[in-house]
């Protein structure tokens, strides 16, 4: 940083913290100030589902965060429903919000409530999730979503030892909900990986839900991450081309979400932990998942901290509220139609059993007692 912009970043932070001064001030008088309570600091936080856990974490930390910097805080739950995270938005917008932090039910539909908000000179962060065909998401903060799909493909690679095996060894592919735009780079990061295998025969999909290509991988997507979902497409698979004592030997998940639907699936068809129990993947590492992992229903999780995620969209909310630069370090990936959205991309990482204590309950992610420990 030149020694002027270092200046003026450190002038900016100073009128940052003046305006949070003022924020905390005028929240707790009973009026005259000129700000309103919050201030410039006005953040509406729009969140998909109240229904996983990782949802209701990321909301409650980021709000914490930016209600700890004495910032206004409206935090809303869509329901996964489009039209009821529409209208909150148009709410938080319409209440003074002039931040918005958005993880998209569906990232395809939002460009007309957005081009309001900007119309209220707000500023527009997507979270974890990318919103296209609109011009006016300003930043994205997220997870290196094609790495996700990645770990999980590699991890199938190792523990089969594919690059020297024969087969033919049983997979079900499965991908996420099709209006999410991270499901096409998970189930890319994965395919690359599995793919090679399939065209070579050491790997087969009996239930022939394979695609030929990444681009396909929306037709076994399954709506809304639902678990119950994927229990009923498991369900199908496993009456319809596993009979007379095939079993499944491998299951691509992309999340744990429909990890548990699988793991259901396969319990009611009789599979029990042990030498012919398929390796199944996963993401997130919600509680219910890193108890399966203990008990050795599920091989592994793709684990996101989401606290680093929230902490770098409180960084971005602080560096837009200075008129700093806002630090992103990928300008070239998430381009959404309208635009090459600047992003800042963390790294994700795989746990399994072994690392549970270590990685999860030693950082304070999950407690030991949530997991049965
Ligand atoms: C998130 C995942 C999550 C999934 C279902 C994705 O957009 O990146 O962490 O499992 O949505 O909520």
Request: net charge negative; glycine share 10%.
């Amino acid at each position: 940083m030149s020694k002027t912009k270092k200046i003026l970043a450190l002038a900016a932070t100073g009128i940052f913290a003046l305006s949070l001064a003022s924020c905390a001030s005028d929240s707790g008088s009973t009026g005259g100030g000129e700000a309103a309570a919050g201030g410039d600091c006005n953040v509406g936080i729009s969140m998909p589902t109240r229904s996983l856990e990782r949802w209701i974490n990321d909301g409650e930390q980021l709000k914490a965060l930016l209600e700890d910097a004495d910032c206004t805080v409206d935090l809303q739950y869509a329901d996964n429903k489009t039209d009821q995270q529409i209208s909150q938005i148009q709410n938080q917008v319409a209440g003074g919000s002039k931040i918005l932090v958005v993880a998209a039910v569906d990232g395809q539909v939002l460009a007309p409530v957005l081009a309001e908000a900007k119309k209220q000179d707000a500023t527009i962060i997507a979270y974890d999730r990318l919103i296209n065909g609109t011009p006016d998401v300003d930043y994205y903060a997220t997870f290196d979503n094609y790495k996700v799909g990645q770990l999980q493909g590699q991890f199938i690679e190792s523990e089969l030892d594919l690059a020297n095996a024969t087969g033919p060894i049983s997979i079900e592919p499965f991908a996420g909900s099709p209006d999410d735009n991270n499901a096409k780079f998970f189930f890319s990061g994965a395919w690359d990986v599995l793919l090679p295998y399939v065209e070579s025969g050491v790997l087969v999909v009996p239930s022939g839900q394979s695609p030929a290509s990444n681009d396909d991988w929306a037709s076994i997507g399954i709506q809304g991450w639902a678990s119950d979902k994927a229990q009923s497409e498991m369900d199908n698979r496993l009456s319809s081309f596993y009979t007379g004592g095939d079993k499944v030997d491998v299951v691509l998940s992309p999340n744990d979400s429909l990890a548990i639907g699988i793991e259901a699936s396969l319990k009611s068809a009789g599979y029990a932990p042990g030498a012919d129990y398929p390796i199944i993947t996963g993401q997130d590492a919600d509680k219910a998942n890193v108890k399966a992992i203990l008990d050795g229903e599920q091989s592994m999780t793709v684990w996101k901290d989401t606290r680093t995620l929230g902490e770098q969209v409180f960084t971005m909310i602080q560096e837009i509220q200075a008129g700093d630069d806002v630090t992103v370090n990928d300008t070239e990936t998430y381009d959404n139609g309208e635009k090459v959205v600047p992003s800042f991309l963390l790294d994700p990482e795989v746990v399994v059993k072994d690392d549970v204590q270590s990685k999860l309950i030693d950082s304070g992610f999950i407690k030991a007692s949530d997991v049965g420990l």
